[in-house]
């Protein structure tokens, strides 16, 4: 009765006890490639930069990848940022606006994973696009002390990460830096 099991353990002060370990295997063949581009422009006191991050693929079938079940990336297929700042070293302001996108996809992560559709694929978690902003200002009266205020997701738009994980919102901070 059960599944004939032993265990290897080293002798060794890390390795003393004979817990199982689980972990992934590798198993079949998949075709996957990506392209990672940026671009930043400065204007004098002002900057703008963007970011685009693609992959050809998020999600392998069992079929597709020739082994005994789906593969997820668990990441984005697209994503990317633009953003517009601005410094004045002189007067020690300094602001940034920041768009992301993330375009939504498929998990397999243990026991996080995203429904099965009938087509076989994974639903996705939802796409999303939010705005961060950040002011950050160098006191007259000393220097090197200096306060900024950010906030992520400006717009409080509900969304997530990764499956099993709450919904994110507004996210502000202040910083007091000497």
Do not use: C
């Not at 939504?104 to 696009?129: A, H, W």
């Not at 400006?154 to 996210?171: D, S």
């Amino acid at each position: 009765p059960g599944v004939p099991l032993g265990t290897v353990v080293p002798g060794s002060d890390l390795t003393s006890n004979s817990d199982i370990f689980l972990t992934y295997r590798n198993f079949g063949s998949v075709d996957l490639w990506g392209a990672d581009v940026a671009l930043d422009l400065l204007f004098g006191n002002w900057t703008a930069s963007g970011t685009l991050s693609l992959v050809n693929h998020d999600f392998f079938t069992a079929a597709e990848a020739m082994g005994p079940t789906d593969i997820a990336i668990n990441a984005s297929k697209a994503k990317g940022t633009v953003s517009f700042g601005y410094r004045d070293p002189v007067g020690g302001l300094s602001a940034e606006v920041r768009g992301r996108f993330v375009k939504g996809f498929p998990i397999n992560s243990g026991v996080y994973v995203t429904p099965l559709l009938q087509d076989g694929t994974r639903e996705s978690i939802k796409s999303y696009g939010l705005l961060d902003a950040q002011v950050s200002y160098r006191m007259p009266f000393n220097e090197h002390l200096r306060a900024t205020v950010s906030a992520e997701n400006l717009l409080n738009n509900n969304y997530t990460t990764f499956v099993g994980l709450p919904q994110l919102g507004r996210l502000i901070m202040t910083k007091l830096q000497f």
